[in-house]
Nanobody, 121 residues
Framework: QVQLVESGGGVVQPGGSLRLSCAAS????????MGWYCQAPGRQRELVAI???????NYADSVRGRFTISRDNAKNTGYLQMNSLKPEDTAVYYC???????????????WGPGTQVTVSS
Protein backbone atom coordinates (compact mmCIF):
# COMPACT_ATOMS: atom_id res chain seq x y z
CA GLN A 1 0.00 0.00 0.00
CA VAL A 2 1.20 3.51 -0.80
CA GLN A 3 1.84 5.78 2.15
CA LEU A 4 2.84 9.41 2.59
CA VAL A 5 4.38 10.50 5.88
CA GLU A 6 5.23 14.09 6.77
CA SER A 7 7.94 15.14 9.19
CA GLY A 8 9.71 18.29 10.29
CA GLY A 9 6.90 20.17 11.96
CA GLY A 10 7.32 21.86 15.29
CA VAL A 11 7.15 25.11 17.21
CA VAL A 12 9.08 28.14 16.03
CA GLN A 13 9.14 31.85 16.73
CA PRO A 14 7.91 34.37 14.17
CA GLY A 15 10.57 34.90 11.55
CA GLY A 16 11.95 31.41 12.04
CA SER A 17 12.23 28.55 9.58
CA LEU A 18 11.17 24.94 9.25
CA ARG A 19 11.72 22.33 6.60
CA LEU A 20 8.97 19.81 6.10
CA SER A 21 9.57 16.48 4.41
CA CYS A 22 7.12 14.11 2.77
CA ALA A 23 8.31 10.56 2.24
CA ALA A 24 6.30 8.39 -0.12
CA SER A 25 6.66 4.64 0.10
CA UNK A 26 5.06 1.53 -1.32
CA UNK A 27 4.41 0.21 -4.79
CA UNK A 28 5.01 3.49 -6.60
CA UNK A 29 5.83 3.66 -10.26
CA UNK A 30 6.07 7.41 -10.65
CA UNK A 31 4.97 10.49 -8.76
CA UNK A 32 3.38 13.17 -10.87
CA UNK A 33 2.49 16.29 -8.91
CA MET A 34 3.29 16.78 -5.24
CA GLY A 35 1.73 19.43 -3.08
CA TRP A 36 1.49 20.84 0.40
CA TYR A 37 -1.76 21.93 2.00
CA CYS A 38 -2.52 23.49 5.34
CA GLN A 39 -5.54 23.40 7.60
CA ALA A 40 -6.06 25.59 10.63
CA PRO A 41 -8.78 24.94 13.22
CA GLY A 42 -12.19 25.87 11.88
CA ARG A 43 -10.89 26.38 8.37
CA GLN A 44 -11.00 24.39 5.18
CA ARG A 45 -7.86 22.72 3.91
CA GLU A 46 -6.14 24.95 1.38
CA LEU A 47 -3.29 24.76 -1.07
CA VAL A 48 0.12 26.03 -0.01
CA ALA A 49 2.32 24.97 -2.91
CA ILE A 50 2.59 22.36 -5.65
CA UNK A 51 5.40 21.09 -7.83
CA UNK A 52 4.96 19.12 -11.03
CA UNK A 53 7.05 16.22 -12.23
CA UNK A 54 8.76 18.67 -14.56
CA UNK A 55 9.66 21.01 -11.72
CA UNK A 56 7.18 23.80 -12.31
CA UNK A 57 5.80 25.32 -9.11
CA ASN A 58 2.82 27.28 -7.90
CA TYR A 59 2.33 28.98 -4.55
CA ALA A 60 -0.45 30.50 -2.57
CA ASP A 61 -0.16 34.27 -2.53
CA SER A 62 0.29 34.26 1.22
CA VAL A 63 3.49 32.18 1.07
CA ARG A 64 5.06 33.20 -2.20
CA GLY A 65 8.57 34.47 -1.60
CA ARG A 66 8.77 32.81 1.82
CA PHE A 67 8.18 29.11 1.11
CA THR A 68 9.92 26.89 -1.41
CA ILE A 69 8.62 23.54 -2.57
CA SER A 70 10.97 20.94 -4.00
CA ARG A 71 11.28 17.23 -4.59
CA ASP A 72 13.85 14.48 -4.80
CA ASN A 73 12.53 12.06 -7.38
CA ALA A 74 15.13 9.40 -6.62
CA LYS A 75 13.94 9.29 -3.00
CA ASN A 76 10.22 9.77 -3.70
CA THR A 77 10.37 12.62 -1.23
CA GLY A 78 9.00 16.14 -1.30
CA TYR A 79 10.00 19.14 0.77
CA LEU A 80 8.62 22.44 1.87
CA GLN A 81 11.17 24.98 3.07
CA MET A 82 9.36 27.56 5.17
CA ASN A 83 11.15 30.81 5.95
CA SER A 84 10.05 34.04 7.59
CA LEU A 85 7.25 32.20 9.35
CA LYS A 86 4.29 34.15 10.64
CA PRO A 87 1.76 33.29 13.35
CA GLU A 88 -0.91 32.97 10.66
CA ASP A 89 1.10 30.09 9.16
CA THR A 90 0.13 28.00 12.18
CA ALA A 91 -1.72 24.94 10.91
CA VAL A 92 -1.47 21.25 10.23
CA TYR A 93 0.43 20.77 7.00
CA TYR A 94 -0.48 17.87 4.76
CA CYS A 95 1.45 16.33 1.93
CA UNK A 96 -0.43 15.33 -1.19
CA UNK A 97 0.76 13.35 -4.17
CA UNK A 98 -0.73 12.38 -7.48
CA UNK A 99 1.05 9.19 -8.46
CA UNK A 100 0.99 6.04 -10.51
CA UNK A 101 1.04 2.78 -8.63
CA UNK A 102 2.97 -0.11 -10.12
CA UNK A 103 0.85 -1.81 -12.74
CA UNK A 104 -1.74 0.95 -12.93
CA UNK A 105 -2.45 3.07 -15.99
CA UNK A 106 -4.14 5.92 -14.16
CA UNK A 107 -2.91 8.08 -11.32
CA UNK A 108 -4.30 8.19 -7.80
CA UNK A 109 -4.32 10.88 -5.15
CA UNK A 110 -2.86 10.27 -1.68
CA TRP A 111 -2.64 12.25 1.53
CA GLY A 112 -0.29 12.08 4.47
CA PRO A 113 -1.57 12.28 8.06
CA GLY A 114 -0.21 15.80 8.53
CA THR A 115 2.37 17.50 10.71
CA GLN A 116 1.73 20.38 13.09
CA VAL A 117 3.43 23.72 12.53
CA THR A 118 3.05 26.30 15.28
CA VAL A 119 4.45 29.81 14.97
CA SER A 120 4.28 31.62 18.28
CA SER A 121 6.17 34.27 20.18
Amino acid sequence: QVQLVESGGGVVQPGGSLRLSCAASGSIFRINAMGWYCQAPGRQRELVAIVSSGGSTNYADSVRGRFTISRDNAKNTGYLQMNSLKPEDTAVYYCNADLFRLGWSRSQNYWGPGTQVTVSS
